[in-house]
C-alpha cells in the first residue's frame, strides 16, 4: 500500500510540474515583440522619405506569430501614402506614437488617395503621436476657386475589426481626418482634432456600413461637420465630445442612393457644441431611396451661440441638380431630444423640414431649452410628428 502512495505522490508532482511549465510557456508566449521603426531605417528629421521603413516595420508585426507592437520615437517622420493591409497572422498589433507623422508639402503628391490606410486588420490599437495632414495649402487652393485635388483623408480604416485608437491627434487633414468603412467594434478614445474654421470637407471623424462603433472623450474643432455618419451604421455610441468650430454632429446626408442600407441605434450623450453651424443634425437627399434613420437619442447637450441647434432637414439638395421637385425617400422614426440646452445663433432654434412623402414620425422633445439673444426662439416643423413634455421651449410645433 505504501508503495502505491508513494508512486502516486511522484505522479502529482510530475503533473504539478507539467501544469506550472505549460503555464510558464504560455506567458512567454503572450509577450509583444516591438519593432522601433529606426531600426528600418525611418529618420525622425521630418524631411526625409520614411514610408518604406514604416511599412517593413508593419510586416514584421504584421506576419509575427504572436502579439506585436510598432514603436514611433520622438521626432518628425515624413510619409507618403502608405497601405497597411491585413489578414495578420498576429491577432494583436499595437501602434504607440510618441513622435509627430507629417504628410508631404506638395498635395499634389497624395491626391484622391489616402495618407495612411488600414485595410483587413484585426486587433490594432493605435494610441498617442500627431497626424500633420499639411492641409493648409489645399484649403486656400479650393477656397480660392483654383484648380485642386480633392485631398487625401489622414487615416482609414476599411473592412476592419476590433480597434481601438486613443490619445492621437490629427492637425490639419487635407480633407476627412479618420475614417471608418465597413468596420466592427471600434473605439475611439481621447482624440483631438484640429483644422481651421473654414477648412473645406475636413470632417473629423466618419463613419460608414459600420457596428458597434464608440467615439468619447474627445475634442474636435474642424471646418465640416465634427462627426459625419454615413449609410449602413448600428449601435454607434458618442459621448463626452466637445465640438465647435464646425458643422456639428450630422447623421446624413442620406439617400443619395436609391438603395441604401439605413442607420439605427445611435446615442449622443453629453456633448457640447460651440459656435458651430448646426448642433444635431440629421440630413437626406430630397430624392428617392429606401434608406431610414431609427432609434436615435440625443441626450444631455449643451449649445453655445449654435446656428440650427436641432434640425432635420430633408430637402438637401445642393446646387439644385438631381433632386429638386421630388421627396426624400428616406423614413425617420423613433428620435428623442432629451435634456438640451443653450443658446440659438438664429431665431429659429428647432427645425423639423420632413419628407412630403415620407413624414417624420414618433419624434419626442423632453426638457429642452433653447433661447435666442435671451428670448425666446421659434420651432418650425413640416410634416413632423410627436410629443413635446411641457418644460419645451421654443415651444413645440409638433
Avoid at 155 to 172: C, D, G, Q, V
Avoid at 236 to 251: D, F, K, W
Wanted: aromatic share 8%; charged share 15%.
Amino acid at each position: 500500500m505504501s508503495g502505491t502512495i508513494r508512486f502516486l505522490h511522484i505522479l502529482i508532482f510530475f503533473c504539478s510540474f507539467f501544469i506550472v511549465t505549460i503555464g510558464i510557456a504560455g506567458k512567454r508566449a503572450a509577450t509583444t515583440t516591438t519593432y522601433n521603426v529606426l531600426s528600418f531605417g525611418a529618420r525622425a528629421d521630418g524631411e526625409t522619405d520614411s514610408t518604406h521603413a514604416f511599412l517593413r516595420a508593419w510586416a514584421e508585426a504584421c506576419g509575427s506569430p504572436e502579439p506585436a507592437g510598432i514603436y514611433v520615437p520622438p521626432g518628425e517622420f515624413r510619409l507618403g501614402s502608405a497601405r497597411f493591409r491585413g489578414r495578420c497572422r498576429s491577432k494583436a498589433v499595437s501602434v504607440t506614437i510618441d513622435g509627430t507623422l507629417v504628410a508631404p508639402s506638395d498635395y499634389w503628391s497624395v491626391a484622391w488617395k489616402n495618407w495612411l490606410l488600414f485595410e483587413h486588420v484585426d486587433g490594432v490599437n493605435i494610441r498617442g503621436g500627431v497626424l500633420d495632414g499639411r492641409g493648409a495649402a489645399l484649403w486656400r487652393c479650393k477656397n480660392s476657386g483654383g484648380s485642386c485635388p480633392a485631398g487625401a483623408t489622414t487615416l482609414r480604416f476599411t473592412n476592419s475589426k476590433n480597434i481601438n485608437i486613443s490619445h492621437l491627434t490629427s492637425h490639419n487633414s487635407q480633407m476627412f481626418h479618420i475614417v471608418f468603412n465597413g468596420c466592427h467594434n471600434i473605439e475611439v478614445n481621447g482624440v483631438n482634432v484640429t483644422a481651421a474654421g473654414n477648412s473645406p470637407n475636413t470632417d473629423g471623424i466618419h463613419v460608414q456600413l459600420s457596428s458597434h462603433v464608440a467615439i468619447l472623450n474627445s475634442n474636435i474643432r474642424t471646418g465640416d461637420d465634427c462627426i459625419s455618419i454615413g449609410p449602413g451604421i448600428s449601435d454607434l455610441r458618442i459621448e463626452n465630445v466637445t465640438c465647435g468650430p464646425g458643422h456639428g454632429i450630422s447623421i446624413g446626408s442620406l439617400g443619395k442612393e436609391m438603395k441604401e442600407a439605413g442607420v439605427q441605434n445611435v446615442t449622443v450623450k453629453r456633448v457640447e457644441f460651440n459656435g458651430t453651424q448646426n448642433g444635431v443634425r440629421i440630413k437626406s437627399w430630397g430624392r428617392p431611396s429606401n434608406g431610414f434613420v431609427k432609434n436615435i437619442v440625443f441626450q444631455n447637450i449643451a449649445m453655445l451661440d449654435v446656428y440650427n441647434p436641432i434640425i432635420i432637414d430633408q430637402n438637401y439638395c445642393p446646387n439644385h441638380k438631381g433632386c429638386p421637385g421630388q421627396a426624400s425617400g428616406v423614413k425617420i422614426r423613433d428620435v428623442t431630444y432629451k435634456d438640451i440646452h443653450g443658446t440659438s445663433a438664429s431665431q429659429v432654434a428647432i427645425k423639423f423640414d420632413c419628407s412630403s412623402k415620407h413624414s417624420c414620425k414618433r419624434i419626442r422633445l423632453e426638457d429642452v431649452k433653447l433661447t435666442y439673444k435671451k428670448q425666446a426662439a421659434r420651432a418650425l416643423c413640416n410634416h413632423a410628428g410627436g410629443t413635446a413634455s411641457p418644460s419645451v421651449q421654443p415651444e413645440s410645433c409638433l
